[in-house]
């Protein structure tokens, strides 16, 4: 019996338009994007198992293209395709795209296959990507661990929490960086598995907990919560998300894009939040708000 499919939709946009279409397609639900560059055009590819969904993603790209179209000429040049592909093609073009990649100073991300040592003073966090997001390769993720890593290391024995945990990454750097335990919550049952996997793969197993719980549902308030989501996302959970950070803890978000940034902060500091820290890294801004 042959693996079973997935579908592939390839978006070949000039280079200028990638990260605007990606945001797009995050905003529309998206989890995972790679990114192709092909010297002034990049291609965009995400998989999924449902062809309706996959072809909802195509639909969004194709209308965002069209309506930027007026005052960006070069969006009609732009190419989608869809393509159905065995599971295992999946893996292996993650093999190729997939390399170690700093997330900070200190951190180094890695696929399972690759075994060269950290450099001096470094440390690995092994990731096996499967089909959920976050492996360190996206200025998102690198935003959201070095936050991470900066509290934990300055707040050893913390309590953290990740809302949209994805592979676990920001929970395993939180416990690589003096975390007591890390909580993972994430809708999607792929994710919680492979970030189950992904702590024992970096023996962080006892320190973390991961589950399908919705933010509502959490009920114990955190000393870090960190958000790698979208605007929208971000701006639907925020009482909640307010709800779960300790007094004087630490809420830090990113997926925003920086022009986003003035407004969502606005909302939280609605909310009796305090604006602490802003950073940005190409087009995209991490936010960490405090409790008063």
Request: hydrophobic share 45%; charged share 25%.
């Amino acid at each position: 019996m042959s693996a079973p499919e997935l579908f592939a939709l390839t978006i070949d946009v000039p280079a200028a338009l990638a990260d605007a279409v990606g945001s797009r397609l995050f905003d529309a639900g998206l989890r995972g994007l790679e990114e192709q560059p092909d010297g002034e055009r990049t291609r965009l590819v995400l998989y999924g198992e449902d062809r309706r969904q996959v072809e909802h993603y195509a639909q969004a790209a194709r209308d965002f293209l069209a309506a930027v179209a007026e005052f960006a000429p070069e969006a009609s040049t732009a190419r989608l395709t869809i393509e159905r592909q065995e599971r295992s093609d999946w893996a292996t073009v993650w093999r190729k795209f997939f390399k170690p990649t700093p997330l900070s100073d200190t951190l180094i991300v890695q696929p399972p296959w690759e075994t060269a040592p950290p450099p001096p003073g470094a440390q690995t966090i092994i990731i096996e990507p499967k089909m959920a997001f976050g492996v360190g390769t996206h200025a998102t993720t690198r935003l959201a661990a070095r936050s991470v890593e900066r509290f934990c290391r300055a707040h050893a024995g913390c309590r953290v929490l990740d809302v949209g945990a994805g592979t676990g990454i920001l929970a395993i750097v939180a416990v690589k960086s003096g975390a007591a335990a890390a909580v993972g919550v994430d809708h999607d049952p792929v994710a919680v598995d492979t970030a189950r996997e992904n702590a024992a793969l970096n023996h962080c197993a006892e320190q973390t907990e991961f589950s399908d719980r919705a933010p509502a549902d959490v009920r114990e308030a955190f000393d870090l919560v960190v958000a790698n989501l979208t605007t929208p996302v971000l701006t639907e959970l925020a009482d909640e998300l307010v709800r779960v950070t300790a007094p004087a803890g630490l809420l830090s978000m990113t997926g925003v894009l920086a022009e986003d940034g003035e407004a969502l902060a606005a909302e939280f500091v609605r909310r009796g939040m305090k604006l602490a820290r802003r950073e940005d890294e190409e087009e995209w801004r991490l936010l960490e708000v405090t409790r008063v």
